[in-house]
């Protein structure tokens, strides 16, 4: 059911389950990427907590989803997680999420810079 609401990608379905992790933790596992999904940059605030959590597994889904978010401030806060973490998995996760966000965003930040840097580049003649 939550990998459909997922798919929906409606404020309401984002609604529906972040109040359903709310409200059953113990389901977090499997809820957070479609949580990122349909939530997308609303969503980093209630998956970033669990980067903390002490369970390795949910430590894991949490760097999915923010990776699957594809931002900057995904990427800023996947690569501080990365110095501090222990565990050996999540380590590789988020090396691993952090690698492949980089070859996403970095092309067009690039892009932009080069059009920012173009004299009278924000006048439309």
């Known amino acids: 059911a939550m990998e459909a609401l997922g798919k929906i990608g409606s404020d309401g379905a984002f609604i ?15 809820g957070l990427l479609p949580l990122a999904r349909t939530g ?8 970033r907590p669990y980067l903390n959590h002490e369970t390795a597994s949910l430590r894991r889904a949490a760097v999915q989803a923010l990776a699957s978010i594809r931002s900057a401030e995904s990427l800023q806060i996947l690569k501080e997680r990365l110095c501090i973490e222990r565990d050996e998995k999540v380590r590789s996760d988020l090396f691993q999420a952090v690698h492949s966000l980089h070859a996403v965003l970095l092309p067009a ?3 932009v810079q080069k059009i920012e ?9």
């Open 16 to 30: 529906a389950i972040r109040d359903y992790i709310t409200d059953h933790p113990e389901n977090a596992l499997i």
């Open 40 to 47: 997308k940059h609303k969503a980093i605030k209630c998956i």
């Open 109 to 111: 930040i690039a892009t």
């Open 117 to 125: 840097s173009i004299p009278n580049a924000g006048v439309l003649a």
